[in-house]
């Protein structure tokens, strides 16, 4: 254990604080990133996350991990109060009166009472069979904030939405997202939307910090993924 180590914290505008450093948990299937799991990696990483310091976990429905996850969080002596937990709405739940039901099904996964952080994981809606739900994502955060009102999450918030669809929101006076998860890297660094998340107190969270995990094959000369980079594989080892 770790326990001299403190991650700073962010207060967002609801008054709530959250890690600024979290563990991700996208690709934690198994090994070969295939679907489904086939193995208890994520449940071990996040017993060893917590037991280094770490404060805050990120999953999603779609991750197929929540499971893990949950049975991660059991296994830890850390208090539950002392851990940040983001988990996400999927695409087929996009329906104002499916996300209190797609949120208690996360929250049995979790084996959790609440979450600290529930996101719209894509602000278009796609049904199963791959048919576009035509749902309005204002009437999907307005199931966002029910949710939040019935104590099933601390925070409530948005991933991969553009400054556009956050103005929407905002200009029809719905409770103001208290954070957005998009990608920021150095190969994609968003600095308008970041300024605009900054004027309008929207704390920015960052996912795939080093960029890609996967090789572009359109581009034969692409250059490799930054988690093969040679330099960051002798840091990590």
């Known amino acids: 254990t770790n326990a001299s180590i403190q991650v700073p914290k962010i207060k967002l505008n609801d008054e709530n604080e959250m890690p600024a450093i979290a563990l991700g ?52 002596e850390v208090k539950r109060e002392d851990i940040f937990i983001t988990t996400k709405l999927w695409n087929d739940r996009h329906g104002r009166d499916a996300v209190v039901p797609a949120l208690r099904e996360s929250l049995k996964n979790l084996q959790l009472d609440y979450v600290d ?12 069979n791959g048919t576009y739900d035509t749902t309005d994502y204002l009437d999907t ?38 954070a957005l998860q998009v990608e920021i890297n150095l190969n994609l660094q968003q600095p308008e939307l970041l300024a605009f998340c900054k004027s309008q107190n929207i704390v920015v969270q960052g996912y795939t910090p080093f ?17 093969d980079d040679t330099h960051l594989v002798e840091i990590a080892n």
């Open 25 to 76: 948990t996208w690709l934690g299937m198994n090994s070969t990133f295939g679907l489904p799991p086939k193995s208890d990696e994520v449940e071990h990483a996040v017993k060893w996350a917590l037991n280094a310091g770490y404060r805050h976990i990120d999953t999603a429905w779609i991750y197929r991990v929540e499971d893990q996850v949950g049975r991660g969080l059991k296994g830890s």
């Open 117 to 128: 952080l529930y996101l719209i994981h894509w602000p278009c809606g796609q049904f199963l």
């Open 141 to 178: 955060w307005q199931g966002m904030m029910e949710a939040k009102k019935l104590g099933l999450t601390k925070s409530i918030g948005l991933s991969n939405f553009n400054q556009e669809q956050i103005q929407r929101i905002l200009d029809h006076g719905l409770e103001k997202p208290a």
């Open 211 to 227: 960029g890609s995990l996967f090789y572009n094959k359109a581009t034969p000369d692409a250059p490799l993924p930054r988690i």
